[in-house]
């Protein structure tokens, strides 16, 4: 029998020391702070803990960086059951934005399957997800956000709210919080799960005292999303708009409430000066000055006024009008630095209103796109204010990302997120290094579709963008559309009549009725993009001069197909017939009926968005998209061929 027990004992014995090396459920340790964290916390990016104990996850004074603080062993969330237990988090945080600008994007508290969050990108992302994982159910991260930037693309209807995030950026549901994120203030947050009601609950306050009033109540049932054990921490990132994020204090509990921070006890950030020279430097240069002889003093006296007259002149003049219009203002030599001075090895291509250099930003090694437009150019500096003040507010997949901005005497800078694969048109004509697949192209298609109807409908606006075309389409590393170049964009009220002005756009892409109303609408985007279909299709610019008269315009070759039943022979040949003959006859059909100059019979792109994703099925019958006669306001197809010039090139039509 005693053999039997010491039997019993030793596998008892054995199964306990291969059991994962799972944490006590109570982790009190860092309540007071982290000066004694050591090995328990596990840092990632720009993270670190300051001499007085105060966890810092990110410093304003760096851009596109992000910060993880992971306990470093894991946590058992399930019983015997594979339910997931109840489980208690108390912290202690603070958010000082950068002086006199918009907070950046937020912390989180996380649980991971993983310690840390690999693949987390800074930015929207608040470094728990990247755009290829965002959404994935095999994430198995639950985040708690405390957001101070407002994305729209992920629906949030304010900079100042907490939110709970399953596997997705986009938030599951969101409270407003009714005192400021980016106070500077200490605020205490209470996170508790109960597992029989599956109730997740989130109190905040500005006190040690743990509210009764819940701010924020999900019901969830947690035990499809965590696995058994599972790492905790904090995440938070900054993008060009940035924040110093602190986590003060922390405790965490299974089964149990967490215990309450008292918020008196607490380290305090360790905020750096901004003071520059001191009074010894000062005192040094007086006196070594008075040593000198009459003359010498007069030579530094001249020096010293030629430097600062130089300096002034060289200064980032700020007018009224910038103070304005939006993101991040960046200072005229670090933008210098990151394109080496502007190389002509760095330029990546020239356009309508400017030069675009790459670079690489020295303080956080990120590629950017650096768009130089001369205030000498035409409409330099109107193209200029409208670009920063349209796309510095926009936030969607399918858009190019306008990180930020610089005026300095006759340059104006535009700062964007760095495209590997250039833009679409250099993929398309002129003999390309590769050949896009129809899966890529159909992608392509799709993802512009989606931009529009974003800067159509979905945003606080409507935005025409007056520019649509394969030059302006960009492509990110994975070959996703990213619509850009907003220098002729017009916002508008939704339900009002656009104004009147200027006629301008590349030739090809500009709508029939521009001319005579000289009112860009979401009707002429729509113009614009079925050229833009019709040409990714068939891998041919809208206006071929050097064609036969067939030929010579693309829609005009598409409906001759079209009318003899032909249309997939103007599919581009180099694709060797390796594409969905579906999918492409449904892109051609929808770029004639957008291409169509009557503006009423042209679709919106929701309807557009909605016949490529096969939500709607397209009428069989497909008007002649240039055939309109017999009206007072008829413009027959002959009047386009007779107005082109050789190059489809930006055109203003008053010749201004």
């Not at 990108?121 to 095999?138: D, H, K, M, V």
């Not at 896009?436 to 512009?448: A, D, P």
């Not at 610019?541 to 003899?564: C, D, F, H």
């Amino acid at each position: 029998m005693a053999e039997r027990l010491i039997s019993i004992w030793v596998f008892l014995l054995l199964l306990n020391l291969v059991k994962p090396d799972v944490a006590t459920p109570l982790l009190d340790e860092f309540s007071g702070g982290f000066s004694a964290a050591g090995n328990n916390l596990t840092l990632e990016g720009v993270a670190e803990v300051e001499n007085n104990g105060v966890l810092q996850l990110t410093d304003y004074n760096s851009t596109m960086v992000l910060g993880h603080a992971f306990y470093s062993y894991p946590i058992q969330f399930k019983n015997s059951s594979g339910e997931v237990m109840s489980f208690s988090t108390s912290f202690a945080f603070v958010i000082i934005p950068q002086p006199w600008r918009q907070g950046g994007d937020g912390l989180a508290f996380a649980i991971s399957p993983v310690k840390g969050l690999p693949g987390g990108r800074p930015g929207e992302f608040i470094g728990l997800f990247n755009a290829s994982n965002n959404g994935n159910f095999s994430n198995h991260v639950l985040a708690i956000e405390f957001d101070t930037y407002m994305n729209q693309e992920y629906n949030e209807t304010d900079d100042n709210h907490v939110a709970v995030d399953i596997n997705n950026i986009i938030s599951n549901k969101s409270a407003p919080i009714p005192f400021n994120l980016t106070s500077g203030r200490v605020i205490q947050a209470w996170i508790d799960y109960n597992s029989p009601t599956n109730q997740l609950d989130v109190r905040v306050a500005m006190d040690s005292a743990k509210p009764t009033s819940v701010l924020l109540s999900y019901k969830v049932n947690l035990s499809q999303i965590l696995y058994e054990s599972m790492y905790i921490g904090f995440s938070a990132s900054i993008g060009l708009v940035t924040s110093s994020h602190y986590i003060l204090g922390w405790s965490f509990n299974m089964n149990g409430d967490a215990k309450s921070l008292n918020l008196d006890k607490l380290p305090t950030p360790q905020l750096s000066g901004t003071a520059s020279g001191t009074k010894k430097s000062q005192t040094g240069l007086i006196v070594g000055v008075s040593l000198l002889s009459g003359a010498l003093a007069v030579i530094l006296l001249a020096a010293l006024t030629f430097y600062i007259v130089r300096r002034i002149k060289k200064a980032d003049v700020v007018e009224d009008w910038e103070n304005d219009i939006g993101p991040h203002r960046f200072p005229y030599e670090e933008l210098k630095k990151a394109t080496r001075g502007f190389k002509e090895t760095e330029l990546l291509g020239s356009g309508g209103f400017g030069r675009v250099y790459k670079g690489t930003l020295p303080n956080s090694d990120t590629q950017v796109a650096v768009k130089r437009i001369p205030q000498d150019s035409k409409r330099g500096l109107q193209a200029f204010i409208s670009e920063v003040a349209t796309i510095g507010r926009l936030r969607h997949r399918n858009l190019v990302q306008l990180l930020g901005w610089c005026r300095r005497e006759a340059d104006l800078l535009l700062v964007y997120e760095f495209m590997p694969n250039g833009s679409l048109d250099k993929h398309l004509f002129d003999e390309p290094k590769s050949i896009l697949s129809w899966e890529q192209r159909f992608k392509i298609i799709k993802g512009v579709a989606s931009g529009l109807l974003y800067l159509h409908e979905e945003w606080e606006k409507a935005v025409v963008h007056r520019d649509i075309k394969a030059g302006n389409v960009l492509l990110d590393s994975e070959f996703n559309a990213r619509l850009s170049d907003f220098g002729l964009a017009k916002l508008y009220e939704h339900g009002s009549n656009p104004s009147t002005t200027r006629v301008m756009g590349t030739l090809g892409y500009m709508a029939p009725e521009l001319t005579r109303t000289s009112k860009p609408t979401t009707g002429s985007d729509v113009y614009a993009f079925g050229a833009l279909m019709l040409e990714v299709v068939c891998g041919r610019r809208p206006i071929n001069p050097t064609a036969s008269s067939e030929e010579l315009m693309l829609v005009g070759w598409v409906w001759e197909k079209w009318a003899v039943g032909a249309v997939l022979d103007v599919v581009d040949p180099r694709m060797e017939g390796k594409f969905d003959e579906d999918e492409a006859a449904l892109v051609l059909k929808l770029g004639l009926i957008c291409s169509n100059d009557d503006a009423e019979a042209r679709p919106t792109m929701r309807l557009v968005v909605r016949y490529l994703e096969r939500e709607l099925a397209l009428l069989e019958e497909v008007a002649m998209p240039y055939k309109k006669k017999g009206r007072a306001d008829a413009v027959e197809f002959e009047d386009y061929t007779q107005s082109f010039p050789t190059t489809s090139s930006m055109y203003d039509v008053d010749g201004r």
